[in-house]
C-alpha cells in the first residue's frame, strides 16, 4: 500500500457490530474497527474492491441516540485475514452525517480498546 494515506487512527472496538447492505439487507460481515471516516470490515468473503455500497450498522440498543447508521462508501481493497477463513476489507465513507459521525465518536469512546 506504500504510503499510508490515513488521516484518522482506527480504532478497534471490543466488539464485532453487524454490517449490512442496504439493498439485498444481506449481512456483508462485521466492523474490526472504525474512524468517522470509514471502518474495516471482516468478512467470510472477499468485498470487490472499487465498489460503491451503503451499509447499515446496527449498534447495540439503548446505548447512543441511533440505533443504525447507514454508511455510503467505497471498498479500496480487500485481502485475506491472519485466519485464513475470512477476508478484510477497507472501507472508506467520505461523508458521514453529523448525528452519525456524533454516535461514531461515541462508540469509539466508549468500545474501543485503549492505545
Do not use: H
Amino acid at each position: 500500500m506504500g504510503v499510508e494515506s490515513r488521516i484518522l487512527k482506527r480504532r478497534q472496538l471490543v466488539y464485532y457490530l453487524k454490517l449490512y447492505d442496504v439493498e439485498t439487507a444481506e449481512q456483508v460481515g462485521n466492523v474490526v474497527d472504525i474512524t468517522t471516516r470509514g471502518c474495516k470490515i471482516i468478512s467470510k468473503e472477499p468485498l470487490a474492491e472499487g465498489k460503491t455500497m451503503s451499509l447499515r450498522l446496527d449498534l447495540p440498543e439503548g446505548l447512543y441516540s441511533l440505533t443504525t447508521i447507514v454508511m455510503t462508501g467505497k471498498t479500496l481493497w480487500s485481502r485475506p485475514d491472519i485466519n485464513p477463513d475470512f477476508y478484510v476489507t477497507g472501507f472508506e465513507v467520505p461523508r458521514l452525517g453529523a448525528e452519525e459521525r456524533k454516535v461514531v465518536r461515541e462508540l469509539i469512546e466508549q468500545a474501543a480498546f485503549n492505545d
